[in-house]
Nanobody
Framework: QVQLVESGGGLVQPGGSLRLSCIAS????????MSWYRQAPGKERELVAS????????NYADIVMGRFTISRDNTKMTVYLQMNSLKPEDTAVYYC?????????WGQGTQVTVSS
């Protein structure tokens, strides 16, 4: 079955960096675009970034453009989210996602807290 396992979250000061990882299993990873979403307390889940199957195309939410970078390694079945210049408003649970219509698969999430 499809499994997505995120890691790399934690507590970081404003201006700091974190790198999230999501290891996938149970499907042919290189056949699917991958995405990162996040959900802050009391807010809806929002799309942060997505990457095409071969990493030739990346898309970002305006609020993270220029600070976050999504990448993938198809040989390791892993998608990454490099987050730089972190702000307190980036605090959220970050989720890895793959869409295989009609199903949507999610990881368990990893907490990112940006605070001094």
């Amino acid at each position: 079955q499809v499994q997505l396992v995120e890691s790399g979250g934690g507590l970081v000061q404003p201006g700091g960096s974190l790198r999230l990882s999501c290891i996938a299993s149970g499907f042919t990873f290189s056949n699917y675009a991958m995405s990162w979403y996040r959900q802050a307390p009391g807010k809806e889940r929002e799309l942060v970034a997505s990457i095409s199957r071969t990493a030739g195309r990346q898309n970002y939410a305006d609020i993270v453009m220029g600070r976050f970078t999504i990448s993938r390694d198809n040989t390791k079945m892993t998608v990454y989210l490099q987050m730089n210049s972190l702000k307190p408003e980036d605090t959220a649970v970050y989720y890895c996602n793959v869409q295989q219509p009609p199903r949507d698969y999610w990881g368990q999430g990893t907490q990112v807290t940006v605070s001094s």
